[in-house]
């Protein structure tokens, strides 16, 4: 099955491909080559980009306020587990900007060294959430050991190099291309509609025509009384706002004190232009993550 892209325009993909072809673009992953957010680096930017290797969101971060990435590709919500809100946290916290997305639909395949069959596999390894993902194909094969690892690309690039027989990883096509190992199962995922969106990040504000954005992430505090998230949710709905997500999360330092992550989906901007202005004197606090093009298909 084919991945449904979505590039920038084509301006913005020919300028990156020049930069990228002169080495000066360099994304920040979190994974190996092969893994998901290696395939979107390719099919946001370019195909052949220059990928920096990040083991954590941490690390992915620090990649980029270090200067040793330009920008990053980081996954932010799946369509079954939902948001991944640490890395809003993340990106707040470090006020990095979104500048644009991705969607990736999530396909999940068995593979293993070239001339063996399922019946040769004796453990499975994999990311947890590959794992669970596909665990009503796992299910029909009841003998073999299923192993947790860190990364899905990394464990194929593992039986790869130590050409490890009797071990399968569970990850993506690129990854059995990468790494010269057979598919003994294509598409083992048990829901076939996991879809994976993705952000893409800069430690700068990246100018974007006003006429192509149509979508934003903000950050709100609210005084803790009755009837303020009402008022806000209200203002969005008569500025002809779509809220797409809403997340709260804790505030450490301030028992009891909540923050809002939100996402919306607008027409016109001066919509969004209008609410931003009026949700910056009702809020205690107002952030805006983000606004660029909304690319969901």
């Not at 009026?278 to 606090?285: N, S, V």
């Amino acid at each position: 099955m084919s991945v449904q892209t979505q590039n920038p325009t084509e301006a913005t993909a020919s300028s990156l491909e020049s930069q990228c072809l002169s080495g000066g673009v360099r994304i920040a992953i979190q994974g190996i080559k092969g893994s998901f957010h290696h395939q979107v680096a390719q099919d946001y930017f370019y195909q052949n980009v220059e990928v920096d290797e990040c083991l954590s969101f941490e690390e992915l971060v620090a990649s980029l306020m270090t200067g040793k990435s330009d920008q990053a590709v980081m996954a932010i919500e799946n369509s079954i587990a939902g948001p991944i809100i640490p890395n809003y946290a993340l990106i707040d916290k470090n006020n990095l900007h979104i500048i644009g997305e991705h969607y990736l639909d999530i396909h999940q395949n068995l593979m293993a060294l070239k001339g063996q069959k399922i019946e040769d596999i004796l453990e499975v390894h994999s990311h947890p959430m590959a794992l669970l993902q596909c665990m009503e194909f796992l299910k029909k094969y009841p003998n073999i050991k299923l192993v947790e690892d860190k990364d899905t690309a990394e464990t194929a690039r593992r039986i790869h190099e130590k050409q490890l027989k009797g071990i399968a990883a569970i990850a993506s096509k690129t990854a059995s291309e990468l790494y010269d190992l057979e598919i003994l199962a294509p598409e083992i995922q048990t829901i076939n509609n996991n879809m994976t969106r993705f952000v893409i990040i800069k430690k700068e504000k990246e100018f974007t025509d006003e006429n192509e954005i149509n979508r934003a992430s903000i950050k709100f505090e609210l005084d803790h009384k009755r009837g303020s998230l009402a008022a806000v949710l209200n203002v969005m709905s008569d500025c002809k706002l779509n809220l797409t997500k809403i997340q709260s999360l804790p505030k450490i330092e301030t028992p009891w004190k909540y923050s809002f992550f939100v996402d919306v989906t607008f027409e016109k901007y001066e919509d969004y232009a209008k609410a931003k202005a009026l949700l910056t004197i009702m809020a205690e606090y107002f952030k805006v993550l983000g606004e660029y093009k909304n690319t969901r298909p």
